[in-house]
């Protein structure tokens, strides 16, 4: 998480490093860490993104991805993209996308 969250904003080769790990790469080529480089900062828009959006509207969502991450499920979306296709078919208990 990029050096635990002595941030630094820009492409954090550690998180690259460690999801192409996980993905069975211990020694990427210059190309794949550049990937995996846009790759992180893509998801990072993305969950900015949902953070910076209305909690009135769109809290309990919010909230259901983040029971999920706790529960061990990556259920965050990957793309700013993807996050406003959540977004625009959520409907909550009160009806799609109304303020209370």
């Keep these: 998480m990029c050096n635990e969250l002595n941030i630094r904003f820009g492409q954090c080769e550690d998180d690259a490093r460690a999801m192409l790990t996980k993905e069975g790469i211990t020694e990427p080529t210059t190309a794949q860490l550049k990937n995996a480089k846009n790759k992180v900062e893509e998801e990072l828009h993305a969950i900015i993104f949902m953070y910076k959006t209305d909690r009135s509207r769109y809290g309990k969502i919010i909230e259901e991805k983040e029971n999920d ?26 009806g799609n996308n109304t303020r209370l």
């Design 69 to 94: 991450v706790l529960e061990g499920k990556d259920m965050f979306p990957k793309t700013v993209a993807d996050a406003c296709w959540v977004f625009g078919g959520w409907k909550n208990k009160y």
